[in-house]
């Protein structure tokens, strides 16, 4: 089925040929005739799948055929470079409709923000904080709201936006058609559903809270010393075309990106603390080639939408399974396929375990020349390793700097 079947505006259908966007994802042909329909829905999909013009297609075509003012749909996301990519996204196509969006989110001013929200837009893609911001200021209506999309549930939820969002929620219409998209659904996602969702259509598009099967795993175990040398010898590997490094602290992930730059590797960092020009730059640079390694924390596990990240490195091992699968997920997109590497030290075998118990089995182990014994959930007796080997001059890579506890 291609996406002429559905009813969607001709004007957007033009936008898609000219991207070369022939047939839907799963989740698009599951949510494309629930939100053309205006129904509610709940839609579980990994990562990746395509959730953007699941939500945007059909909401934008049924805006565009009841012309009114204000702010009439509403987009919530947990990151800042999620607000941004999924307005990016959702632009043409509105554009075209003769429909005007506006991103809102912090770590830039707010004059612009509320002089677009007051005069009203048609899409407001919004991070939570911010958008409680504008409306306690009073610089936003939405009386006019008629579409309500709440994108990576679960990770608000993991951020700690659930009261915000509940404020948010308490102050919009209750006449309204309203979709959620989540990875995962936890206890406190399915408790808010029901709040604020009517009769909602439950969506399910592939295996839910795994990672793809394009994706080869792998796990190093390795002392906390050595896991700098270990990732300047991967990295050296040509086979890293690009690579996503994920550290657990802000403080870590400059001290590393400082260490890699030195190193010669076209590295830079990505977290909170980092200026919003900071991160413009930064992603621009890793998406255009003049960078082909960012460190970042998890502030990038779901903002990140770029098509060709040939390898995922988790420096420090996430703290939860669902992180895990939102991490390896920005690698192996658009039918191409990945590689996730994950260093665990021995006291680190907690983690290691959670994820394994989630995944129901061990992460293939790479034995290398510094392998040390970490605690598994299964009984390794028996199982392959995966295929790998880092090079003898590790120990070189950042002379006295790589024994320093990253």
Known sequence: MSFDSYGIDPRCLRILHAQQIVEPTPIQAQAIPVALSGHDAIAIAQTGTGKTLAFSLPSLSNLASRPMRGNRMLVLLPTRELAQQVQTVMEPFARTLGLRTVAVYGGVGMTKQADALRHGRSVVVATPGRLLDHMNR??????????LVLDEADRMLDMGFMPDLRRILARLPKKRQTMMFSATFPDPIARLA?????????????????????VNQALYTVQHTDKLALLSDLLRNKEVQSALVFIRTKARTDRVARALHKAGF??????????????????????DGRYNILVATDVAARGLDISDISHVINFDIPSSPEDYVHRIGRTARCGK?????????????TALMGIERALGRNLPSVEWERSVPVIRLFHPKGEKPAQGRVASHRRRSFGRSSRRRF
């Open 138 to 147: 009073g610089n936003v209506s939405f009386d006019a709201l008629e579409i």
């Open 194 to 214: 029901k709040d604020m969702l009517h009769e909602p259509e439950r969506l399910v598009a592939g295996e839910v809270a795994r990672p793809v099967d394009a």
């Open 266 to 287: 076209k590295a830079q960092p990505i977290h909170g603390d980092r200026t919003q020009q900071q991160r413009d730059k930064a992603l621009a640079g890793f998406r």
């Open 337 to 349: 396929t990945g590689e996730a590497i994950t260093f665990v030290s021995p006291d680190e075998h």
